[in-house]
């Protein structure tokens, strides 16, 4: 039965729709991801959010299943609200825009995403270092040297002692290195 993935598919779409039990959906979701089924797993994945509407979780699995299915406004919408319901998931949706395996274009295109909802959280913290050194990276990754500067020399300056200030410092003189050539 193990080897029967069409099988383990039909079985568990069964028991999600007899038992309305999100957890099957998820099961299916994460079976259909693994055969590369991104279309199939993503309306599963919305299948699960309608029973979950407010787990972080959810919608964290959701956007990631929608970029891998080039769904780039639903993607952008689960991250934002994921972002916007708990802004602690800020360093986990960095993480999450290192997706493995997206061709190179597609990378590129999350990497904007990123940059853009970043952006959008420092609006109202303009002096949070660790946002503006977020902003910083994920600038430098799509090419805007200037905005990598920019924001790398905010948090210096906001915050001289953090922590990762000497590693921020680096990033900024290769930044201005890159922009120079």
């Known amino acids: 039965m193990l080897n029967d993935r069409p099988g383990i598919r039909a079985a568990l779409q069964t028991a999600a729709r007899e038992s309305s039990d999100p957890q099957y959906g998820v099961q299916l979701a994460e079976l259909l991801e693994e055969d590369g089924s991104y ?39 689960c991250y934002a609200q994921l972002l916007e319901k708990c802004p602690q998931y800020r360093e986990r949706f960095c993480r999450e825009l290192q997706l493995e395996g997206l061709p190179p274009q597609e990378q590129d295109r999350l990497h904007h995403l990123g940059l853009r909802l970043l952006q959008k959280l420092l609006a109202p913290n ?6 503006l050194a977020a902003v910083a990276r994920l600038a430098g990754l799509t090419g805007d040297l200037l905005t990598c500067c920019r924001c790398y020399e905010r948090a210096i300056a906001s915050q ?22």
């Open 39 to 77: 279309a199939k797993a993503l309306q599963w994945r919305r299948w699960v959010a309608q029973f979950r509407p407010d787990d972080l979780d959810t919608l964290l699995c959701l956007g990631r299943t929608a970029v891998r299915s080039s769904e780039w406004d639903m993607a952008e919408s």
């Open 126 to 131: 303009d002096r949070n270092a660790e946002l």
């Open 160 to 181: 001289p002692s953090h922590p990762n200030a000497a590693e921020w410092k680096q990033h900024l003189l290769r930044a201005h290195q890159q922009r120079q050539s």
